[in-house]
C-alpha cells in the first residue's frame, strides 16, 4: 500500500528526543506495509511546543507523538482532546486532521495493559491489590488504565506525599494514597508492582523500594525500557517473581497512533520486538 504522490510523515516531539525508539517502531511498520513515508525525532524545546505543533499541517504532517515535556503543555494547542486523555491530564499523540485541526489522544494506558496482556495472557486487574510507584504522568496512564480494567485495590506511593494524596483523591475509588515510609509495608498483599518513575533509568538512581515483603506470585513490571532490566527487575526476578519491562508499553502504544495517522493497526511481532531489543 504505498503513496508515491506524497511522502507519508510523522514523528515525535521531546526534549531532549534523540534517544527515543519511536523512529525504529514506526519505521519498521513503514517498511513492513510498504509505505513511502518517515517518522523522524524532532527536538523542541519546552517553549517552541506551540509553534511546532502549528507547523505539522503546513509541514504534511500527518501527526506526531509527544514525551517529556511536553504531554501536558501541548493540551493548550489542540482543538480537541478524547476523553481519555482529559482524564489523565496529558496527551501522547496529535493526529492531525484533513482541515489542520489537532486532535489529541493519550495511548500510553492502552499500551500499558496490552503489554502485560502479552506477557502474562490470563491476567487480571482485580487478582489482587496493585501498589504504583510515582504520581506523575506515567502514574496517571497506568493507574486509570488498571482501574477501568478492573482492579479494586490501588496504592499509590511517591516521594512527596502531596502528589499521590492529590491523585487519589483526584480519581477516588479505588486508589488511595500511602506514605513513603510504609512503602514495604504495602507490598504485603499486593498481586502486582508497578515502577512509573524514571528511577533505574539508564544515568538514574535505583528505585528505593525492597522487595522482601513482597509475596513471591506477584507480578513486578517496570515502565522504564532502558535498560532492559532495572534494578527492580533484577531483584524481583532474582527472587521469584515474574517481571515485565516497559518495552511492551511502548511497542503497543504506538499501534493506535499508526492507525489514526496512516488507517493501518499494525502488530508487535516477534521481529519487532528483537529489533528493539538489540538496540537497547
Avoid at 54 to 61: D, Q, T
Avoid at 68 to 92: C, L, Q, V, Y
Avoid at 140 to 165: C, H, T
Wanted: a neutral charge.
Amino acid at each position: 500500500m504505498a503513496h508515491p504522490e506524497r511522502t507519508l510523515l510523522a514523528g515525535v516531539m521531546g526534549w531532549p528526543v534523540m534517544h527515543s525508539r519511536s523512529p525504529m517502531l514506526h519505521n519498521y511498520w513503514f517498511k513492513k506495509h510498504e509505505l513511502v513515508g518517515a517518522y523522524l525525532p524532532l527536538a523542541i524545546e519546552p517553549d517552541g511546543i506551540g509553534p511546532a505543533l502549528r507547523a505539522l499541517k503546513p509541514l504534511g504532517f500527518a501527526g506526531c507523538n509527544l514525551t517529556i515535556p511536553h504531554k501536558e503543555t501541548a493540551m493548550a494547542f489542540m482543538d480537541e482532546i478524547d476523553k481519555t486523555a482529559k482524564r489523565i491530564g496529558a496527551i501522547s499523540c496529535v493526529v492531525v486532521r484533513k482541515d489542520g485541526s489537532l486532535k489529541g489522544s493519550n495511548n500510553d494506558g492502552y499500551g500499558y495493559i496490552e503489554s502485560i496482556l502479552e506477557e502474562v495472557p490470563g491476567w487480571r486487574a482485580d487478582a489482587g491489590p496493585i501498589v504504583i510507584m510515582g504520581a506523575g504522568g506515567g502514574a496517571r496512564a497506568v493507574s486509570l488504565s488498571l482501574a477501568d480494567r478492573g482492579a479494586k485495590d490501588i496504592r499509590i506511593i511517591n516521594r512527596s506525599p502531596a502528589r499521590a494524596e492529590s491523585l487519589a483523591r483526584e480519581f477516588g475509588s479505588p486508589m488511595k494514597a500511602v506514605a513513603w515510609e510504609d512503602r514495604q509495608m504495602a507490598l504485603e498483599d499486593a498481586a502486582m508492582v508497578v515502577n512509573t518513575t524514571s528511577q533505574g533509568m539508564v544515568g538514574q538512581t535505583p528505585l528505593d523500594l525492597s522487595l522482601a515483603k513482597l509475596p513471591k506470585h506477584a507480578l513486578v513490571s517496570d515502565i522504564v525500557y532502558i535498560p532492559k532490566e532495572t534494578p527492580l527487575l533484577r531483584d524481583a526476578r532474582e527472587r521469584g517473581n515474574r517481571t515485565i519491562n516497559g518495552l511492551g508499553m511502548l511497542l503497543h502504544q504506538g499501534r493506535p497512533a499508526f492507525r489514526d495517522w496512516f488507517g493501518i493497526l499494525p502488530d508487535v511481532t516477534s521481529d519487532l520486538r528483537a529489533m528493539m531489543e538489540a538496540t537497547i
